[in-house]
């Protein structure tokens, strides 16, 4: 009996890495958002894919220079998986992936070491007129896709992929780090709390590019958000009348919005009672810019998972319950961040902040659909049919190729 189950195992083994991928492909495929915001295996994967596809030997090659393409693709996923190990830590794509190249680099008979692929290349960048927009519709026949961030509050982070979470972050973190933006908040623990946090300092640098703008830094602390660059100066890359960097307020040591016309960005900067906060709203191509090493950003990924709180139930007779909505009709993440800030601090103006950052959102956002991000319990949604079929699946597999069948 016990060799027919060894014989049986021996059978099935060959196949096991298949049965896996397929079924891990299908997690990723209705779980995207969910993987992305804990670890970066899911832009190794398109880095891949895109790599193969872009020589033309997808799945390997038979020829001398298309396997050493291939080679050179696979010891770039290999490096890819190595810096995002840590946050993928327990992370079932992660490790199908990593084991997955493995059997690739032994099966293409690749070395270990050698050159790797060349960096997917950044996004196309505005002609002459240092005018995202305008030369992306030129060229494109269409406006480009527009992403939203904010953070506010405690801090809360609705992320560019539309996730909500409420963070407990303390010391300076990059919100967004891509090849022409970096955005810095530092976050202090409340009075009298140990676990949650306020913004109380926001650093901007727009990086330098080439003919439409020179390097510039915005700095805003709490009591001071102020209308202009570190420099003094409210304008900069004039070129032909046009300025590409430009900082405009309409309340001075609170408010600061920045145009970047040359990369199709807005930042709004607020101080909203004893807390800062930020508006982001950038094309995708401007914020999918970034390195393999540029792989922490709360504004892409949310806070680490160890680092996110859970929203407070509260009661609908509860005085919160009822100033929240008053403020906010709809029962939304805003709504819950209102709810959260005024039970942790018992303070009615802290409701203010999100009230501001829905504003935000409905200036940068251009779907109204969009605007309102519903969920039952914010940063806590229970996966989907689609992932849990696909996990008990994968379970299924995995039971049947090391114990037989049944």
Not at 290 to 299: A, K, N, R, S
């Amino acid at each position: 009996m016990g060799m027919a189950a060894s014989a049986v195992r021996g059978n099935h083994s060959h196949t096991t890495w298949k049965h896996i991928v397929i079924i891990v492909t299908t997690v990723l495929l209705f779980s995207a958002p969910s993987v992305c915001a804990q670890c970066r295996i899911l832009r190794c994967n398109s880095d891949f894919v895109a790599a193969t596809l872009e020589m033309g030997i997808i799945g390997g090659g038979g020829k001398e220079g298309a396997n050493a393409g291939y080679c050179s693709a696979l010891r770039s996923y290999a490096l890819c998986t190595q810096r995002t190990a840590r946050a993928c830590r327990g992370d079932l794509a992660y490790h199908s992936a990593v084991q997955g190249i493995e059997d690739l680099l032994i099966q293409h008979r690749c070395p270990k070491t050698g050159p790797t692929a060349q960096p997917r290349p950044l996004p196309p960048f505005p002609g002459d007129g240092c005018f995202y927009e305008k030369e992306f519709m030129q060229r494109e026949g269409r406006a480009p896709e527009y992403l939203h961030c904010g953070v506010f509050g405690d801090p809360h982070i609705r992320t560019f992929n539309d996730e909500f979470q409420t963070c407990t972050v303390q010391g300076a973190w990059p919100l967004i780090d891509n090849q022409y933006l970096y955005i810095q908040a530092t976050s202090t623990p409340t009075r009298g709390s140990s676990y949650t946090t306020i913004l109380t300092k926001i650093t901007v640098i727009l990086k330098n590019c080439r003919a439409c703008a020179e390097l510039q830094i915005y700095q805003a602390e709490l009591d001071n958000v102020p209308p202009a660059f570190v420099d003094g100066s409210v304008t900069s890359g004039d070129r032909r009348g046009h300025q590409s960097l430009r900082v405009h307020s309409h309340d001075p040591g609170r408010h600061a919005e920045i145009w970047a016309t040359h990369i199709g960005t807005t930042l709004v900067v607020r101080q909203v009672g004893r807390s800062l906060s930020l508006s982001v709203r950038s094309p995708r191509a401007i914020v999918e810019s970034y390195t393999p090493e540029q792989d922490l950003q709360l504004c892409m990924w949310g806070c680490p998972v160890s680092q996110r709180l859970e929203m407070p139930h509260a009661h609908p007779s509860s005085p919160a319950y009822s100033h929240c909505s008053s403020l906010l009709p709809v029962r939304d993440v805003y709504f819950q961040a209102c709810l959260f800030d005024l039970q942790v601090s018992g303070d009615v103006n802290s409701s203010a902040s999100a009230v501001a950052a829905l504003e935000d959102a409905r200036a940068m956002i251009s779907d109204p659909g969009r605007v309102h991000l519903l969920t039952d319990r914010a940063g806590t949604n229970p996966p989907s049919l689609p992932v849990v079929l696909a996990l008990s699946v994968l379970t299924e597999t995995l039971r049947h190729t090391i114990l037989g069948p049944v």
